[in-house]
């Protein structure tokens, strides 16, 4: 049984969609002892790697058209964040009362160790990626994952076996759980209570998936639905739409800001200070460090980092471990990255850039003038907001991607744009028109699906192109 009290042995569970956190539901349903079946609309030749991964001795496989027929007589579906949870097939599911819950929630009953959860538009990795150094630097035994990396059915699968299930070392216990959180997973969630929620920003994203802002910004603040006052609920300030969240939590509310003195307010959080980042929280003021120490550049970082730093506070790291870290901490692949410095041109890798506003922070934070690389699947972003950082800082915009014609359109009269059938012609048009002292970046304020397999691969090929240049 689990720590939430669910017994799963012997019950009939559907997994719905085979990526990454598909298989790691089933590996943590079939440890439970739960008779799984996995379905997925691609056919299998297109599943051919991930179904080389499971035991079709205990495990039935539904793949391409009619896989939909796996829901019939299950007891629970488990769907994985990139299946849409208003598909017409999981309501008929729900209007027979069986549960559907994403494997955020089903991970969640077998976690035993303190979750602190990140969600937000964006930074959520780098600020999971940075409280996972603060706690593991200070000592503490840590799972960081989630939506970003290793699914949390792993951390659940590792937490279930060294508590007396089958398979697993005893001595394997963490102190803490650290999991970037999508707005996508928080769709699904019934019971998930993370001792710290974090939202660290909401901007307009995924509007082929919400029909509006506001109900994009309805699915993040479901990260404090369950939560209770021994609860804690971390917020952004500087962002009207988070702070709007403030009103109705139950949870301990702290917050970090870079523009308010949160100690003049009577606030609890992290704050600048002049050129200082302090902490006040549970009655005691910490100076941790200078702003300018910050390695990771850019004020988006700033606020990443004083997130951070309030969970790490609240988890008793001392405050050496934490300056320390953040003056290492260079940010994160495909979060403007330098990739190389090329007879005075710097080329920068900003592909996790997927929406309009990641793509204006890396414009603010690069001084010189830019040839911007943008284009790629549009998510309904607003394209109209990049016209003024685009006129203020782009010497050339060079569009990619399915989305190239919307963006071109959206820009007005901003005639100063090539474009490019490929990744590799776009970076030939950059160098031609570069000039020492200018930045080439890669930040595409579009998904990556039409044209590589994720954001990753698109900022691992503009890379090799970059690298391989005379």
């Not at 539901?25 to 991930?50: H, I, N, W, Y």
């Not at 260079?330 to 005075?344: F, K, M, S, T, W």
Request: hydrophobic share 45%; with cysteine.
């Amino acid at each position: 049984m689990s720590s939430s009290g669910v017994e799963l042995r012997d019950k009939k569970v559907t997994v719905v969609g085979l990526a990454r956190s598909g298989v790691a539901a089933m590996r943590l349903l079939q440890a439970v002892g739960a008779r799984v079946t996995v379905a997925d609309a691609k056919e299998e030749a297109g599943l051919a790697d991930t179904l080389s991964r499971v035991d079709r001795r205990h495990v039935t496989v539904a793949v391409g058209a009619g896989y939909d027929s796996a829901l019939e007589g299950a007891d629970l579906v488990v769907i994985s964040p990139g299946v849409p949870s208003g598909l017409d097939a999981l309501n008929r599911v729900r209007r027979r009362g069986i549960p559907v819950i994403g494997e955020l929630e089903l991970a969640s009953w077998f976690l035993r160790a303190p979750v602190i959860a990140i969600t937000g538009t964006n930074g959520k990795s780098t600020t999971v990626t940075l409280v996972g150094l603060l706690l593991e630097q200070s000592g503490k035994r840590v799972f960081v994952g989630g939506n970003l990396g290793t699914a949390l059915s792993e951390a659940a699968l590792m937490t279930y076996q060294a508590g007396g299930g089958p398979g697993g070392p005893a001595s394997l216990r963490y102190d803490y759980i650290v999991s970037e959180v999508s707005s996508f997973q928080l769709e699904t969630i019934q019971r998930f209570r993370p001792w710290v929620a974090a939202v660290l920003n909401i901007t307009p994203d995924h509007l082929d998936r919400y029909p509006s802002v506001e109900s994009y910004a309805a699915a993040k603040a479901r990260i404090f639905e369950n939560q209770t006052a021994r609860d804690v609920a971390l917020l952004n300030l500087d962002d009207e739409r988070v702070g709007a969240l403030r009103s109705g939590l139950r949870a301990r509310v702290l917050g970090f800001s870079r523009t308010r003195t949160l100690e003049q307010e009577a606030l609890e959080g992290v704050y600048l200070d002049q050129d200082r980042i302090v902490a006040t929280i549970d009655g005691h003021r910490t100076a941790i460090c200078r702003r300018e120490e910050i390695r990771a550049p850019g004020n988006h970082n700033l606020a990443n980092a004083m997130a951070a730093l309030a969970v790490g506070v609240l988890c008793g790291c001392p405050s050496e471990v934490m300056s320390r870290v953040l003056r290492s901490f260079p940010g994160l692949e495909h979060a403007l990255e330098i990739v190389r410095d090329r007879q005075g041109v710097r080329f920068v890798n900003d592909s996790k850039g997927t929406n309009v506003d990641a793509t204006i922070k890396a414009l603010e934070s690069l001084d010189g003038p830019v040839l911007l690389i943008a284009g790629g699947r549009d998510k309904g972003g607003q394209f109209s907001r990049l016209r003024e950082p685009v006129r203020k800082r782009v010497k050339r915009l060079i569009l990619i991607g399915e989305a190239a014609s919307r963006i071109r359109e959206a820009l007005g009269d901003f005639d100063r744009i090539s474009q490019a059938a490929t990744l590799r012609e776009a970076v030939d048009l950059a160098v031609r028109n570069a000039e020492t002292g200018d930045v080439v970046l890669l930040s595409p304020a579009c998904a990556s699906f039409d044209m590589f397999a994720d954001y990753q691969d698109r900022g691992r090929q503009f890379k090799a192109l970059v690298q391989a240049l005379p």
